[in-house]
């Protein structure tokens, strides 16, 4: 079994910075791309950033310049760095990663985690 954790939301005043982490574990063989999502009440969820085995990056245009997607292959771990947060940047944040499992290495399959909250306030 293979589990997302996402560590690292909370609460911070418009322009302020956080830093999320999400950690996978369990039967892990390799892990292609990473990316974060958010989905803010009412909307649908969005990508924000993703990041490839090969450390290519993609963000959404909104966020640009301001998040920084990156990870740790030895821990299985991503992050985002946000920074100059905005209110309406306010949701549940989700981290998602195409897996293979130690038990099917030729088909890799998509895991969510259970989301953490940002909240920016103005």
């Known amino acids: 079994q293979v589990q997302l954790v996402e560590s690292g939301g909370g609460l911070v005043q418009a322009g302020g910075s956080l830093r999320l982490s999400c950690a996978a574990s369990g039967s892990i063989f390799s892990i292609n791309t990473m990316g974060w999502y958010r989905q803010a009440p009412g909307k649908q969820r969005e990508l924000v950033a993703s990041?490839?085995?090969?450390?290519?990056?993609k963000y959404a245009d909104s966020v640009e310049g301001r998040f920084t997607i990156s990870r740790d292959n030895a821990k299985n771990t991503t992050y985002l760095q946000m920074n100059s947060l905005k209110p309406e940047e306010t949701a549940v944040y989700f981290c998602?990663?195409?897996?293979?499992?130690?038990?099917?290495?030729?088909?890799?399959?998509?895991?969510w985690g259970q989301g953490t909250q940002v909240t920016v306030s103005s």
């Open positions: 998602k990663a195409n897996i293979y499992t130690v038990w099917a290495r030729r088909s890799s399959y998509l895991y």
């Open positions: 990041i490839t085995s090969g450390d290519i990056t």
